[in-house]
């Protein structure tokens, strides 16, 4: 067990784990990397056996596809030139491919991307379980503290005072007393 531990980190193998067409998938250059074998070895043994990948066990990506995932992972950068479209697969098609790639490498880090899954498996789980508590102790706060929310709306809300006129007003004309007029003209 210690070797398979000390063959590659975990930490690199969860990097390469990607999110796409709402799956969670591990790009052919990532798994030849990991495997020990070169992509194109990992992908014409991929060809020779391509009864054991159906769909949701691998897909290719698309240029638009193959362009994001280079624009967002900078291991990937090797991709951009390439002219081939890069394969994805899922976690079940990682662990098919091991089991068709003839290295004793791929048998044992099979074991760690199997784990690295299941372990990305379990974060997101434990995220949507807080997520839904968040949400529920969210609705018995607004209950209890409603009188704090409305007073503390009622802070909020600009106060209202009456408005002040501006400008020249004809009601005050007549109490002024009324300006001598001189006569120049005399």
Same mark, same amino acid.
């Given at each position: 067990? &210690?070797?398979?531990? &000390?063959?590659?980190?975990?930490?690199?193998?969860?990097?390469?784990?990607?999110?796409?067409?709402?799956?969670?998938?591990?790009? /052919?250059?990532?798994?030849? +990397?990991?495997?020990?074998?070169?992509?194109?070895?990992? &992908?014409?043994?991929?060809?020779?056996?391509?009864?054991?990948?159906?769909?949701?066990?691998?897909? @290719?990506?698309?240029?638009?596809?193959?362009?994001?995932?280079?624009?967002?992972? /900078?291991?990937? =950068?090797?991709?951009?030139?390439?002219?081939?479209?890069?394969?994805?697969?899922?976690?079940?098609?990682?662990?098919? $491919?091991?089991?068709?790639?003839?290295?004793?490498?791929?048998?044992? =880090?099979?074991?760690?991307?199997?784990?690295?899954?299941?372990?990305?498996? @379990?974060?997101?789980?434990?995220?949507? /379980? $807080?997520?839904?508590?968040?949400?529920?102790?969210?609705?018995?706060? /607004?209950? @209890?503290?409603?009188?704090?929310? +409305?007073?503390?709306?009622?802070?909020?809300?600009?106060? =209202?005072?009456?408005?002040?006129?501006?400008?020249?007003?004809?009601?005050?004309? +007549?109490?002024?007393?009324?300006?001598?007029?001189?006569?120049?003209? @005399?």
């Amino acid at each position: 067990m &210690n070797k398979t531990n &000390n063959l590659i980190p975990m930490e690199r193998i969860e990097r390469a784990i990607l999110f796409l067409r709402g799956e969670k998938v591990m790009l /052919d250059s990532d798994l030849a +990397d990991i495997y020990g074998v070169e992509t194109k070895v990992l &992908n014409q043994a991929v060809k020779r056996n391509i009864n054991r990948f159906p769909t949701d066990f691998m897909f @290719q990506l698309t240029q638009t596809e193959k362009l994001e995932v280079v624009t967002n992972c /900078d291991h990937l =950068t090797k991709l951009k030139f390439s002219p081939h479209l890069p394969y994805a697969f899922t976690e079940h098609g990682a662990l098919m $491919l091991a089991n068709v790639i003839n290295s004793a490498r791929a048998a044992q =880090t099979s074991v760690l991307v199997v784990r690295a899954f299941v372990r990305l498996r @379990q974060m997101l789980a434990s995220n949507a /379980d $807080l997520a839904h508590k968040l949400a529920a102790m969210e609705k018995n706060y /607004d209950k @209890q503290f409603k009188v704090v929310f +409305d007073a503390l709306r009622e802070l909020m809300s600009p106060a =209202t005072k009456p408005k002040r006129e501006i400008g020249f007003h004809t009601k005050y004309e +007549d109490d002024k007393p009324k300006a001598k007029r001189r006569d120049y003209a @005399q």
